[in-house]
């Protein structure tokens, strides 16, 4: 579940404030940054930054499956296989 809080939205998301964090005041709202577990766009947004960072090390995505990363080199390969819930 923590996974899915490292993802970056590119949308502008607004939600109700959390119970228990709420000042009493119905007409204020949470403007989301990062995407949260339970959002639809949580597992696209954590994919999306974890293969960027991957890319930055060397890993390129598979063709067969986005989810294999595999770094080559002169002495053999490195892959990465990642399996992320609802993706």
């Keep these: 579940k923590t996974a899915f809080l490292n993802g970056d939205l590119e ?3 607004w939600m109700r404030q959390p119970p228990g964090y709420s000042n009493g005041d ?3 709202a949470c403007r989301l940054l990062k995407s949260v577990y339970g959002l639809k766009q949580a597992p696209r947004c954590w994919y999306e930054k974890l293969a960027a960072e991957l890319g930055k090390l060397g890993y390129e995505p598979s063709a067969s499956d986005p989810a294999l990363f595999v770094k ?3 002495d053999g390969s490195i ?3 990642l399996y992320v819930d609802d993706v």
Aim: aromatic residues 0%; without cysteine.
């Design 11 to 13: 949308e502008e998301l």
């Design 79 to 81: 892959d990465v296989l």
């Design 72 to 74: 080559r080199g002169s």
């Design 26 to 28: 119905p007409s204020q």
